[in-house]
């Protein structure tokens, strides 16, 4: 009798778990997901000096960076300087005339002239990743003295 009820029972099991399984669907299933980019930035001076010696030699003043971004495959990464003062005046005379511009040194750098309001691009990159470079700043003055310009550096990413 333990017999046949054993077989009943695995019989009546086995018949449920058929029609369960008869019963399973699949879908498939799209999931979107968008990131924000995120930017990080290190610079060893925010404040350029320079020591400007003879109206005929620019002094030097040089910034050492280190950028990350992660941000969509493709997309933009740019590193900007923003003088902080309109006119960086020696410890002196203010009618002196002063032009700054830089020269990059590492992957994406770029060279120019500072514009003296408002961002200059100094780099640009596509994509994700860390990026190490320097930024050469000469200044040229037409008096000689002691130069103070902080500065700003943004990183940015779509």
């Given at each position: 009798?333990?017999?046949?009820?054993?077989?009943?029972?695995?019989a009546a099991l086995l018949s449920i778990a058929t029609t369960a399984s008869a019963e399973t669907a699949s879908t498939t299933l799209v999931v979107a997901a968008t990131f924000n980019s995120r930017t990080s930035l290190n610079v060893s001076a925010d404040v350029l000096q320079f020591d400007v010696v003879s109206s005929a030699d620019p002094a030097v003043a040089m910034v050492d960076f280190s950028a990350r971004a992660r941000t969509a495959a493709g997309a933009q990464v740019v590193l900007s300087i923003e003088p902080l003062q309109e006119e960086p005046g020696p410890q002196g005379p203010s009618d002196t005339q002063t032009a700054l511009t830089f020269s990059g040194v590492g992957e994406g750098t770029l060279s120019g002239a500072v514009a003296p309001s408002g961002l200059t691009v100094a780099g640009r990159w596509t994509g994700s990743g860390l990026r190490h470079g320097t930024l050469v700043f000469a200044l040229r003055a037409t008096a000689p003295g002691k130069y103070t310009i902080p500065v700003r550096f943004v990183l940015s990413a779509p």
């Amino acid at each position: 009798m333990r017999f046949l009820s054993f077989t009943v029972v695995t019989a009546a099991l086995l018949s449920i778990a058929t029609t369960a399984s008869a019963e399973t669907a699949s879908t498939t299933l799209v999931v979107a997901a968008t990131f924000n980019s995120r930017t990080s930035l290190n610079v060893s001076a925010d404040v350029l000096q320079f020591d400007v010696v003879s109206s005929a030699d620019p002094a030097v003043a040089m910034v050492d960076f280190s950028a990350r971004a992660r941000t969509a495959a493709g997309a933009q990464v740019v590193l900007s300087i923003e003088p902080l003062q309109e006119e960086p005046g020696p410890q002196g005379p203010s009618d002196t005339q002063t032009a700054l511009t830089f020269s990059g040194v590492g992957e994406g750098t770029l060279s120019g002239a500072v514009a003296p309001s408002g961002l200059t691009v100094a780099g640009r990159w596509t994509g994700s990743g860390l990026r190490h470079g320097t930024l050469v700043f000469a200044l040229r003055a037409t008096a000689p003295g002691k130069y103070t310009i902080p500065v700003r550096f943004v990183l940015s990413a779509p």
